[in-house]
């Protein structure tokens, strides 16, 4: 099988059994998603072909030895054999219910369980996004704005990076709006508070439509890379030491919001988290060292120690 026919829908030989399941699986999802699951099915197919087995051919044994493949063969972490693993048992499930296969070969596949240590998704404490966001605001007009998306309005990066000026110009019920289009493709309309109305209208300046965040050095429209070096120039010059990405500014805008006594089922709707475990999971990280057990013990401990 010619492995370009992975690298896009266009390029995919619906004569081919194999790449007309791919094509319809992938023709599901959209973007980075898209992407991300053509990387998956691509390592999967250079597999098969190693081996000599078709990809429709594949029992649970031949699974099983490809995320070995991945482990041992490519060096894979967990999280990343997770991650092509979930992708794979995806695609064999519609394999199976689109009939292309009479049983789903990845039904049983064991998956490397990922733990998730809750206390690194905090983000910033709210002493520190307050310093980055007066930092960023007496920097320049971009990282104002910048800061502001990501951590006052807890946008993924992508979602910043692609904010027209046009798209935050509408007024509902009173109130300034953004629209966008965000993970999944899911549309949202979120209301501006003043502050961060005003550092997007300085990033705007006299612009009534394109790009909002654009580039210092070369006036082009922001992208994840820029937007990451600039979150670590300016984090350093807000004295923070912790490495902080464009996600942990998100990671502290819900954080602030609940510290800030938002209830979590506003704040999964303010962070468009599709699972409430997910908010919850925050929630549980922010306490988890003021609540711990060891303190309770250690004072009922004090008086017989």
Known sequence: MNQNTLIGLPNIR??????????????RYSGKTRESYQVSLRILWQWCNS?????????????ELFLRY???GRGNQPVTVAHHASIVKCFYRFAEIDGYMEKDPAAHLRVPRVYIDESKTLGLERAE?????????????TDGALVALLGMMGLRVSEACAVQVEDYQLIERG???LKMVGKGGKPATMPIPVQVLRMLDAAAGDRASGPLLLRQSNGQAMNRKAAALAITRLCKKAGITQKITPHGLRHSYVTACLDAGVPLRDVQIAARHSDPRITARYD????NHDRHANHTLAAFL???A
């Open 70 to 72: 991945l482990e041992e």
């Open 175 to 177: 109130h300034r709006v």
């Open 284 to 287: 549980r990280a922010r306490h």
């Open 302 to 304: 004090a008086g017989a």
């Open 129 to 141: 996004l307050g310093a980055l966001i007066q930092t960023a605001r007496a920097s320049h007009p």
């Open 14 to 27: 619906l004569t081919s059994t194999c790449d007309l399941v791919a094509a319809g699986f992938l023709a």
């Open 51 to 63: 081996v000599g087995l078709e990809v429709l051919d594949a029992k649970r044994p031949h699974l």
